[in-house]
């Protein structure tokens, strides 16, 4: 199985900030990556795919980058609605294997 | 509007076999490319993948879980269940049923899960 490590596993930042979120992966999934928000007591929603492309309907402030075994999520400016969790997932081989997640905080 | 969800006991004892039911609309099971996950989260853990069942009924289970788990669709009702046999308590968590979707770019084949259901919560204690 391919082993997805986060980091940090929680942060705490502040309406505005600039937060990255990043993923590695124990070995190369090229681009075959994928970025999930958690709210509490909700199921993920879909941010990002194929490590860049956003989902539509997300907004324009989440990005995504990477390749091979290092990615990156990045908020450019921290919404309130935002506080959740972020999981990455990889999707090149079977099992997908997710994240152990990051949990963003006030 | 694509739309999942989860139905089944919230409550089964140790060795028991657990039975879950994912009902969905909006899309069909006998689209090609098209897939139903499952996927379980622990109270306060990460995200597990369990199962994923295909529109031509092809199936692929975790590894780890692949001898208690057994996935079976049913077209006509936008269903897919799940079992898992032999229930122990570190099994309890919010399983949750998933739409797979997928494309091929330049590097090979893509996918992810695009809609989700609410998740139900099953609880394993004697």
């Known amino acids: 199985d391919i082993l997805m490590t986060q980091s940090p596993s929680s942060l705490s930042a502040s309406v505005g900030d600039r937060v990255t979120i990043t993923c590695r992966a124990s070995q190369s999934i090229i681009n075959s990556l994928n970025w999930y928000q958690q709210k509490p007591g909700k199921a993920p929603k879909l941010l990002i795919y194929a490590a860049s492309t956003l989902q539509s309907g997300v907004p324009s402030r989440f990005s995504g980058s990477g390749s091979g075994t290092d990615f990156t999520l990045v908020i450019s400016a921290l919404q309130r609605e935002d506080f959740a969790s972020y999981y990455c997932q990889q999707s090149f081989s079977i099992p997908p294997t997710f994240g152990g997640g990051t949990k963003v905080e006030i | 509007q694509i739309t999942l969800k989860e139905s089944g006991p919230t409550l089964v004892k140790p060795t028991q076999t657990l039975t879950l039911t994912c009902t969905f609309s909006g899309f069909s099971l006998t689209t090609p490319g098209v897939g139903v996950g499952w996927i379980r989260q622990p109270p306060g853990k990460a995200l597990e993948w369990l199962a994923l069942i295909f529109w031509d009924d092809e199936k692929r289970y975790s590894p780890s879980l692949e001898s208690r788990l057994t996935l079976t669709k049913d077209t006509s009702k936008n269903q897919v269940v799940l079992s898992m046999t032999n229930m122990d308590p570190v099994d309890t968590a919010t399983y949750f049923c998933?739409?797979?979707?997928?494309?091929?770019?330049?590097?090979?084949?893509?996918?992810?899960?695009?809609?989700w259901g609410q998740g139900a919560l099953v609880t394993v204690s004697s």
């Open positions: 998933a739409r797979r979707e997928g494309f091929y770019d330049s590097t090979g084949l893509q996918y992810y899960f695009d809609y």
